[in-house]
Each structure stands twice: as structure tokens, then as C-alpha cells.
């Protein structure tokens, strides 16, 4: 089974100069930078959630504060039956993280939150930006929220799921994006036959999706064709009887 993980971390396509020059923009000047639909504000994003919608998949999405959903994208996902999640930069601070969270929920009770970025957690490119990964901190900061669960970035989609402090942890994913795991290890035709029989948590961005890069998009169509149940979180907890 795989359990789907989007994270939203651009607000515009980086594909061409003016919009990769509106989503810099977008992503350094913050949230009081405005977001034009006109100028193709979350295109991707909802790119990828039409395509799920006309196969009958269900995600989890995961937004930052820069990259919150308009109130229609919101209800359009929520009405289709996807999930909709936090996706922080902001944890060290207890006063920043909730007020982001709350800022990005809206009017939404959150179940789960994901981190950006994970500067010091060992990759083969050292990628990751934001705040030193701390899972510790996060189980801490999920248990203060009264959220249901944390998906981490570690990368060993083999770990095991298990539950710490009351919070549900997912610790690992599968990268659809290369360069984070172990890939000649971890292939999309291994995850394929791994999933048959083992739950496996999978992130796929957006931008994974739309033909930037072919060889990544190629992965995602591996896997909405050959992997029979794929759900979001919540999907999956409910499930399993955890919430």
C-alpha cells in the first residue's frame, strides 16, 4: 500500500524565468507577497491534483505558509477527499510553529504536519534548507498541537511506522525526487514490488509530476499505474484504527 505524500514547497512553477522570478519572490518577501492566479499560483500543484482527481487517487498535501492553498484549491481538495496538512519552516520557536500552523490551517483542524528541508540530516547532496532536523523536537511539537501524526524526511523507506509519545511517526519516505536515498538501491520497480506487501510511505512535489523532469515524471506514472491502493494519511490512520 502506499500512503501519499505531497509537499507544496513552490508557490510558482520554477519552469520559465517569470515565473521562477515570482516564486523567488514569493519564497524570500514571505507571505505578504501577493499571489496572482492570473500568474499561475500553485499551477502545478493543482496540475497534479486534476490528474488525481480524474483517477480516483487521494493524497495528503502538505502546505507551507507561503504556498497556502486559495480558498477554492482548499475546498476543491477537501471535496474530492484529500487531506490537507502543514508543511513547516518554523518548529525551534513554539510561538512561530503555532502560528503558521494555525495561519495555514485556517479554518481546519489539522491531523498531521511535515517538515522543510532538512539541513544535517546526511544526504548524498547535502540538500535541505531550513532549521536542523530534530525529530525529537517534532513528536514534541505534534503533542502540543493535538496533531495525530508526523511524517519525517529520513531516507530509508523500510523503516518501520510506530508510535512515540501518543504521536503516530512515519520517519522515512520514499523519494520519488533523486539524490536523498540510496537510489540504486531504492527503485521505483523495487517500491513497486515492496508495496505489494508492505505499507510505504511516498512523496511526490508537484513539480515531480509535470514534465520538468522526465525521468522523475516517469517514476509518478509508475506509480499511479501500478500501485493499486494509494490514500493519505488520515485515509490510512482510520484505517488502521488509530484515529
Not at 532538512?118 to 511539537?141: A, D, M
Not at 523507506?157 to 511517526?169: C, K
Amino acid at each position: 500500500m502506499i500512503i501519499l505524500r505531497h509537499d507544496v514547497d513552490n508557490a510558482f512553477s520554477p519552469r520559465g524565468l517569470f515565473p521562477k522570478g515570482l516564486n523567488y519572490l514569493r519564497l524570500k518577501v514571505g507571505r505578504v507577497f501577493p499571489v496572482w492566479d492570473s500568474f499561475g499560483y500553485l499551477r502545478s500543484a493543482q496540475g497534479l491534483f486534476e490528474r488525481e482527481r480524474s483517477a480516483g487517487i487521494h493524497a495528503s498535501w502538505f502546505f507551507r505558509t507561503v504556498t497556502k492553498p486559495t480558498k477554492e484549491f482548499r475546498q476543491n481538495l477537501v471535496k474530492e477527499g484529500h487531506e490537507i496538512g502543514f508543511h513547516a519552516d518554523r518548529i525551534i520557536n513554539e510561538s512561530h510553529f503555532r502560528a503558521d500552523l494555525e495561519y495555514v490551517a485556517d479554518t481546519l483542524r489539522f491531523a498531521g504536519f511535515t517538515k522543510h528541508g532538512s539541513r544535517g540530516l546526511h544526504t548524498p547532496f547535502g540538500v535541505g534548507l531550513g532549521e536542523v532536523y530534530n525529530l525529537k523536537l517534532y513528536i514534541k511539537r505534534a503533542k502540543e498541537s493535538n496533531l495525530t501524526y508526523f511524517c519525517g524526511n529520513d531516507v530509508v523507506p523500510t523503516d518501520a511506522f510506530r508510535n512515540v509519545e501518543g504521536v503516530s511517526l512515519f520517519p522515512s519516505v520514499f523519494w520519488v525526487s533523486p539524490g536523498y536515498m540510496e537510489d540504486s538501491k531504492f527503485t521505483v520497480d523495487w517500491l513497486i514490488d515492496y508495496q505489494r506487501d508492505h505499507d510505504v510511505v511516498v512523496l511526490i512535489h508537484p513539480e515531480d509530476a509535470d514534465g520538468l523532469f522526465p525521468k522523475v515524471a516517469e517514476k509518478v506514472d509508475k506509480v499511479f499505474s501500478l500501485c493499486e491502493e494509494i490514500m493519505g494519511f488520515r485515509e490510512y490512520l482510520q484505517l488502521k484504527k488509530v484515529i
